[in-house]
Nanobody, 117 residues
Framework: QVQLVESGGGLVQAGGSLSLSCAVS????????MGWFRQAPGKEREFVGI???????NYADSVKGRFAISRDNDKNMVYLQMNSLKPEDTGVYYC???????????WGPGTQVTVSS
């Protein structure tokens, strides 16, 4: 059984930083793309960034230059470092493991990030 569990969320003031972790069990992350997504209250879930299997990353324009994704294939962990946080970064953050094509096969339950102004 594949499980993803996010951690590290919390309440932070605008301009602050948070580091999220995603622990994956049941399937190695090596060879798979890993994505971070978020959902703000009343809004649809949106893409935050991706760590490709080869280690390269891409980000949504809204977080580019502020967020950074890293991965440790040996530990089966994915990380999201968030700096210069803004109130509009508030939401539930999810990590997901990619599957065939553009599909994501497995999702974590999410962790709440709240940025106060």
């Amino acid at each position: 059984q594949v499980q993803l569990v996010e951690s590290g969320g919390g309440l932070v003031q605008a301009g602050g930083s948070l580091s999220l972790s995603c622990a994956v069990s049941g399937r190695a992350i090596r060879g798979y793309r890993m994505g971070w997504f978020r959902q703000a209250p009343g809004k649809e879930r949106e893409f935050v960034g991706i760590s490709w299997s080869g280690g390269s990353t891409n980000y949504a324009d809204s977080v580019k230059g502020r967020f950074a994704i890293s991965r440790d294939n040996d530990k089966n962990m994915v990380y999201l470092q968030m700096n210069s946080l803004k109130p509009e970064d508030t939401g539930v953050y999810y990590c997901a493991q990619g599957g065939i094509g553009s599909r994501y096969d497995y999702w974590g339950p999410g962790t709440q990030v709240t940025v106060s102004s």
